[in-house]
């Protein structure tokens, strides 16, 4: 039954491949220049300044959105782990050889899925701005606000690595 769903989801194999790659984009990128030229800036300005209450105000803004659309990037990432698997399944991967897609797959357990379920809990789940700001909870708030915005620090130089890295090793296959 199983070798027969798998059999007849095969000859689509291009199309999943091609919905893993537009998610792998938008996984990627969608945060990109909000991050970069919004909440960065805006995130430095009040932690230099911290009693400026324009700043702080601007940085709540700005991370609320932030919070908000990061949601495109982790639906993103859901289609991702998902078509990923299922080519592993249509294709009978051999995970056990060392090859771009091992190499892929060790990467996203050991280094974006603990990544990724972090940022899930920072913007959607516990550590969202949003209901913290509604629930009054200024304390919790802004220890979201802090985690967050070192969660952003340590992730930016390992992201700016590691995303251009995992398209080169998936479309050039090196090994
Ligand atoms: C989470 C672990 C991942 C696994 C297990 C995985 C697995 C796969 C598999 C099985 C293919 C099809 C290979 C083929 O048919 O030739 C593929 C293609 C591809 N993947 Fe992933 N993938 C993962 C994550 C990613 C990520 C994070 C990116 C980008 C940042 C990415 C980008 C691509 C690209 C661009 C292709 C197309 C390669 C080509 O056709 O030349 N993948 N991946």
Do not use: Q
């Not at 945060?31 to 009040?46: N, Q």
């Amino acid at each position: 039954m199983i070798d027969e769903i798998r059999l007849a989801i095969g000859p689509g194999y291009l199309y999943i491949k091609a919905l893993h790659v537009l998610s792998a984009a938008i996984w990627s990128f969608s945060t990109t220049v909000a991050f970069s030229f919004y909440l960065k800036p805006a995130l430095r300005a009040a932690s230099r300044h911290p009693d400026d209450p324009a700043l702080r105000a601007r940085r709540d803004e700005f991370m609320r959105r932030f919070d908000k659309g990061a949601s495109l990037e982790h639906i993103a990432f859901v289609i991702l782990v998902i078509t990923a698997a299922l080519m592993l399944w249509i294709g009978r991967v051999d995970l056990m050889r060392w090859s771009f897609i091992s190499a892929m797959l060790w990467l996203g357990i050991l280094v974006i899925l603990p990544m990724e379920a972090f940022d899930i809990y920072l913007s959607h789940l516990g550590g969202n701005k949003k209901r913290l700001h509604l629930a009054g909870d200024r304390e919790r708030y802004e220890r979201a606000m802090d985690w967050h915005w070192k969660f952003l620090r340590v992730t930016e130089p390992l992201v700016i690595v590691l995303v251009p890295a995992m398209f080169v090793i998936a479309i050039a296959k090196p090994f």
